[in-house]
Each structure stands twice: as structure tokens, then as C-alpha cells.
């Protein structure tokens, strides 16, 4: 397992894990591109700052499982991303290893992930992707399961947009902010631009 620590770690900024699933990637076959893609797309969406643990594994119910509940319980991610592993092959245990350390089911991420993905590919329908909490005593974490490729990762997470720039289906990170306030987690601003964080009105903080 690989770890990389990004930014000055604080109280005031969110612990994100990120977690890349896949039996070639994680024994050195080909490079890993969903980690990467992840960063990347985290360093031009969030304006708050962040530290990233990075997790690269093989496509194993037990280590997905307890990768997910060690980020959560000992490296207090608030918020953790995994890529890979979620089709109807029967090595794509992902959902099922996310469920196993997972409290409660968030059911609309999935949805609305499957939704976005319609738009490119019939075969959107076969993803199981899902969006789950894992609740401890002091704290609680977000996690979502994301496609495993980066050009798909980006779309889910932003959603679609026309040549004008505006949102023809809302993205699933733009709900992402406010439950990690719902949970009590940091709270977590976005460059508009990327993806606008929805919040009520009586949520949103005001800039000094």
C-alpha cells in the first residue's frame, strides 16, 4: 500500500482517502491512472485545503473492506473515494466490500452516477457504483464509489455541462460539501467554475 500525504494537515481542512482498486495495477502491470486522476481532479475543484491518503489494492473483498475502515477509524478521512471494481464481473467486489464497512446506504450517489454515465454509454446500467456512510463514535466518513476511468471519474463528479458552461445535470460532488456538514465533518468550498457546492442558505458560512 502506497500512501501520499498533500498539503499541511490541520483541524480545519478535510483528510480525503483515496482508494484505487485493480488486480493489475496494484501488482505493477500497468500504471494506475484512477489515483492521479483523482488528485488531479480534487486540486482544481476544492478551494479548502486537503491532505489525500492514497491507498492501491488488488481486487479483494476483505483488504477493500478494512482499507475503507482503517481510513475512516484510524486516518480520520472524512470523505473517501474509491475507483475500480464495480462492474458484474466477478472479480468487481467493490460495492459489496464498501457495504461491508459501511453503516448506512446513501443510494441517490449511485443513481445519479448511473444517470450522468447514460448520457455516453448504454452500458452505464451495469455499473453498481454506490455512495455509503461509516459512522464510529466521534466520527463519520463519507465514501463513494466512482468508474474506473479518469475521462468518467471527472464527468460524475462534475456532471455535464453545455459550450456556455452551464449545468445541464448536476454533478454528485456538488451534494458532497453538505453532507460532510451533515456528519460533522469540515466544511469544504469549491471552485464554482469545477463544481458548485449546493448548500441551504442557512448553512453557508460567510468569508471574513
Not at 481542512?13 to 483523482?38: C, H, K, M, N
Not at 468508474?147 to 445535470?169: M, R, S, Y
Amino acid at each position: 500500500m502506497k500512501i501520499t500525504m498533500t498539503n499541511t494537515v490541520n483541524s480545519d481542512q478535510i483528510r480525503i482517502g483515496l482508494v484505487s482498486i485493480s488486480d493489475r495495477a496494484s501488482t505493477g502491470i500497468y500504471e494506475d491512472q484512477g489515483i492521479p486522476a483523482l488528485e488531479k481532479w480534487l486540486s482544481s475543484a476544492l478551494t479548502s485545503p486537503f491532505t489525500c491518503i492514497t491507498r492501491l489494492i488488488a481486487d479483494e473483498q476483505v483488504v477493500i473492506t478494512s482499507t475503507l475502515i482503517e481510513l475512516v477509524d484510524v486516518e480520520q478521512c472524512a470523505l473517501v473515494l474509491t475507483t475500480g471494481g464495480t462492474g458484474p464481473s466477478r472479480r468487481d467486489v467493490t460495492p459489496e466490500a464498501t457495504l461491508a464497512a459501511s453503516t448506512r446506504e446513501m443510494p441517490g450517489f449511485g443513481e445519479q452516477m448511473r444517470q450522468i454515465s447514460l448520457k455516453f454509454v448504454p452500458t452505464a446500467i451495469l455499473s453498481r457504483q454506490i455512495g455509503a456512510l461509516r459512522e464510529i463514535d466521534n466520527h463519520a466518513a463519507l465514501i463513494i464509489n466512482l468508474p474506473g476511468q479518469p475521462k468518467a471519474i471527472a464527468e460524475t463528479l462534475e456532471g455535464l455541462k453545455d459550450a456556455d458552461g452551464k449545468v445541464i445535470t448536476s454533478g454528485i460532488f456538488a451534494a458532497v460539501p453538505y453532507c460532510i456538514d451533515l456528519i460533522g465533518g469540515p466544511y469544504i468550498e469549491t471552485n464554482d467554475s469545477v463544481v458548485k457546492a449546493f448548500r441551504p442558505k442557512s448553512a453557508i458560512k460567510l468569508k471574513n
